[in-house]
Structures are given as structure tokens and as C-alpha cells.
């Protein structure tokens, strides 16, 4: 029974173009919520996260925007490089320690 | 610094032989978690530690696994009587201090556990 989805395995992109990344979740108790990227033989590594109580955050070229009441988390990256090309993985959290992951979306950024 | 290593990378098992996996977190981060990822799956939370506190082991799948931390350093997580179904990337976090949820954790590569 997994709490937090991601409905899209992969994802092409072609370069400087806007990446879409989507995640949804079942539990709404969840109150924070991270975006992680992992490139191949390597850990995952922490890219951006939101609290509940926002729909916004903003970093560089990635924002991640949260709508709870549709329980639905995505990432957006503009404009999208070859170096974004990684797979992503959505968490959610709480109550904490317990973090719920995504199975991730394998996302291609063509040159 | 060095960050979160794991060892080993790769283990390959016969069925109901025992297992031991270990983490070495980095110097001065007082919590460290335990995921399994199955292949298609996400990241499974099962066990985490903080400082000297009682190991919250609510995601440990069966008694069969176990963990073990001493004080900040380096942890080992143990898989017992190992089953086809133990076949998984085990990883481990760590983070700097307890800040609760928003605290960021930094992962290892992962140990690869084939269970023949």
C-alpha cells in the first residue's frame, strides 16, 4: 500500500525546455514533503522540499509546488539541462522519523 | 569531507544464510536511518537512530532484521535466516542533528543484496 505515488516511471525532455515531474499521496497527515535526484550507482541526494504550509517553493531553476487538497506534489525544472538527466524521487513525511518515498521517475534531458 | 559510505556494495547470499550490513555515517551527524528499495519500489523507511535515544524500529519488516547503532559512529543492520524476498539496495542517511523532518539527509550508495 504505498502512501506516495509517482504514476510516471520516466520522462524526455528535450534541452532548455520545462520538465514536469508528478507525485501524489494518500495520507493527509503528511506535512512535509522533499524532492531527492539520484544519479546511477550513487545514494539519493536532497534537491528541494516544501512544508504543508506552503503551495510554493522556489530554488534556482527548480520549484516545487504542493496542492493539498488534490494531495498531489510536483517539480517543475526550467530550463532543463543534460546534467538534470537522473532519476527523481519524491518523499513524504510524517509523522516523523517515518518518511514515505516514491518508486521515482527516470527523467532523459536531450541535447 | 567524506560523506556516507556503505559496505559492501554488493552481496550475494544463499537463502537462509545471515547477513550484515554496514554504515558509516558522516562524522558529527547524530541521526542515521536504514531504507530497503525494492527493485521498482520506493525507498522503505525501516529503522533510525538518534544520539543515544531508543532506535525507532516501527518499519523493520520482520525480527528476522535487526540494527544496531553505537553512540554517533558507524551502524550495522542485520538480516537473519536472509529470504528471496530480502533481495534489495539497503541505504543509509544521515542527518546533522535532529531538527525533525525539514533536517536534510545525506545517502550512501547502497549495498545491493542478492538472496540467491
Same mark, same amino acid.
Given at each position: 500500500?504505498q502512501?506516495?505515488k509517482?504514476?510516471?516511471p ?6 532548455g525546455?520545462i520538465?514536469?515531474l508528478?507525485?501524489?499521496y ?6 512535509y514533503f522533499?524532492w531527492?535526484?539520484?544519479y546511477p550507482?550513487?545514494?539519493p541526494? +536532497? ?14 531553476? +527548480?520549484t516545487?509546488?504542493l496542492n493539498?487538497s488534490?494531495k498531489? !506534489?510536483?517539480l517543475?525544472?526550467?530550463p ?6 537522473a532519476?527523481y524521487?519524491?518523499a513524504?513525511s ?10 521515482g521517475t527516470? !527523467?532523459?534531458?536531450?541535447? | 569531507g567524506a &560523506?556516507v *559510505?556503505? =559496505? ?6 544463499e537463502? &537462509?544464510?545471515d547477513v $550484515?550490513l554496514?554504515?558509516?555515517?558522516? =562524522?558529527?551527524h547524530?541521526?542515521l536511518?536504514w ?5 521498482g519500489? &520506493?525507498?522503505e523507511?525501516?529503522i533510525?537512530f538518534q544520539g543515544?535515544?531508543?532506535? /525507532? ?8 532484521? =535487526?540494527? $544496531?547503532?553505537?553512540? $554517533?559512529s ?7 535466516r536472509t529470504q528471496? $524476498? /530480502?533481495s534489495a ?8 542533528? /535532529?531538527? &525533525?523532518? *525539514?533536517?536534510t539527509?545525506?545517502?550512501g550508495p ?7
Amino acid at each position: 500500500d504505498q502512501q506516495v505515488k509517482q504514476n510516471s516511471p520516466s520522462l524526455s525532455v528535450q534541452e532548455g525546455r520545462i520538465s514536469i515531474l508528478n507525485c501524489d499521496y494518500t495520507n493527509s497527515m503528511f506535512d512535509y514533503f522533499l524532492w531527492y535526484k539520484k544519479y546511477p550507482a550513487e545514494g539519493p541526494t +536532497f534537491l528541494i522540499s516544501i512544508s504543508s504550509i506552503k503551495d510554493k517553493n522556489e530554488d534556482g531553476r +527548480f520549484t516545487v509546488f504542493l496542492n493539498k487538497s488534490a494531495k498531489h !506534489l510536483s517539480l517543475h525544472i526550467v530550463p532543463s539541462q543534460p546534467g538534470d538527466s537522473a532519476v527523481y524521487f519524491c518523499a513524504a513525511s510524517g509523522p516523523f522519523p517515518q518518511f514515505y518515498f516514491g518508486s521515482g521517475t527516470k !527523467l532523459n534531458v536531450k541535447p | 569531507g567524506a &560523506g556516507v *559510505s556503505q =559496505s559492501p556494495s554488493n552481496k550475494v547470499t544463499e537463502k &537462509g544464510k545471515d547477513v $550484515e550490513l554496514r554504515c558509516d555515517p558522516i =562524522s558529527g551527524h547524530t541521526a542515521l536511518y536504514w531504507y530497503r528499495q525494492r527493485l521498482g519500489q &520506493g525507498l522503505e523507511f525501516l529503522i533510525y537512530f538518534q544520539g543515544n535515544s531508543a532506535p /525507532d524500529k516501527s518499519g523493520l519488516p520482520s525480527d528476522r532484521f =535487526s540494527a $544496531e547503532r553505537t553512540g $554517533e559512529s558507524v551502524s550495522t543492520l542485520t538480516i537473519q535466516r536472509t529470504q528471496q $524476498e /530480502d533481495s534489495a539496495v539497503y541505504l543509509c542517511a544521515s542527518s546533522h542533528r /535532529d531538527y &525533525g523532518h *525539514s533536517n536534510t539527509q545525506y545517502f550512501g550508495p547502497g549495498t545491493r543484496l542478492t538472496v540467491l
